[in-house]
């Protein structure tokens, strides 16, 4: 049972323009929401991230989005550089799961590429 | 600032042989440490995490298993690896009492021929 989800697994954006990369969750319980940028064979380095009693949260170029009666947040990114490209991680975590609270749940991940 | 080691960084063994990963945390104390790992075409998945030393709580069975000999120590072993066991072993750790933000060390290549 996959509880975080990201459904397209490679995204292509011309540089310039905006990158919208999504990702849905099914369990109620998750309050804060985190992104991941990851290069190849280096470790995941954090991108951004939202609490549940928000909508949105901005840093520089990058924007989330927590939508939570659909259970969806998306990342946006305004506007994408080559340097962007890289596997993107959506994560969630719940602080009323007990011990479950030091686990992140992560989504498989989204391929972002930015074309020149 | 706090910097986080792994290594090896890349690892080739055979199957039936042992394992052992290790990371270290700088910069930082009592802080939580985390082992997860990434198979091909798969998400990050929490293998372990540890509040202390000598404190190891399992997420997934499997043949793995991790120590923690000292505060900003980690470490990550199996007596006989399986081909299974392939994929990027990446270690985190967190602020106490700030465990929902994770910081990822550079990970291990682990292939089992």
């Known amino acids: 049972d996959q509880q975080v989800k990201q459904n397209s697994p490679s995204l292509s954006v011309q540089e310039g323009r905006i990158s919208i990369l999504n990702c849905d969750y099914t369990?109620?319980?998750?309050?804060?929401f985190l992104w991941y940028k990851k290069y190849p064979a280096e470790g995941p380095t954090f991108l951004i991230s939202?609490?549940?009693?928000?909508d949105k949260n901005e840093d520089g170029r990058f924007t989330v989005f927590l939508n939570k009666s659909a259970k969806h947040l998306s990342l946006h990114i305004v506007p994408s550089q080559p340097g962007d490209s890289a596997v993107y991680f959506c994560?969630?975590?719940?602080?009323?799961?007990?011990?479950?609270?030091?686990?992140?749940?992560f989504g498989k991940g989204t391929k972002l590429s930015v074309i020149p | 600032s706090q910097t986080i080691h792994q290594w090896p960084a890349t690892l080739v063994q055979p199957v039936g042989s042992p394992l052992s990963l290790e990371c270290t945390v700088e910069?930082?104390?009592?802080?939580?440490l985390y082992w997860y790992r990434q198979a091909a075409g798969r998400g990050l998945q929490l293998l372990f995490y540890?509040?202390?030393?000598?404190?190891i709580s399992s997420e997934v069975p499997q043949n793995l298993s991790a120590s923690r000999p000292q505060d900003r120590q980690f470490i990550l072993s199996s007596k006989k690896l399986l081909l299974s066991d392939s994929g990027f072993y990446l270690c985190?750790?967190?602020?106490?009492?700030?465990?929902?933000?994770?910081?990822f060390g550079p990970g291990t290549r682990l292939t089992v021929l």
């Open positions: 939202i609490s549940s009693i928000k």
């Open positions: 910069g930082t104390s009592n802080p939580n």
């Open positions: 369990n109620s319980m998750f309050d804060y």
């Open positions: 994560a969630a975590s719940s602080a009323y799961s007990g011990a479950g609270s030091y686990q992140l749940t």
């Open positions: 985190a750790w967190s602020p106490p009492g700030r465990d929902n933000e994770q910081f």
């Open positions: 540890s509040v202390g030393i000598g404190q």
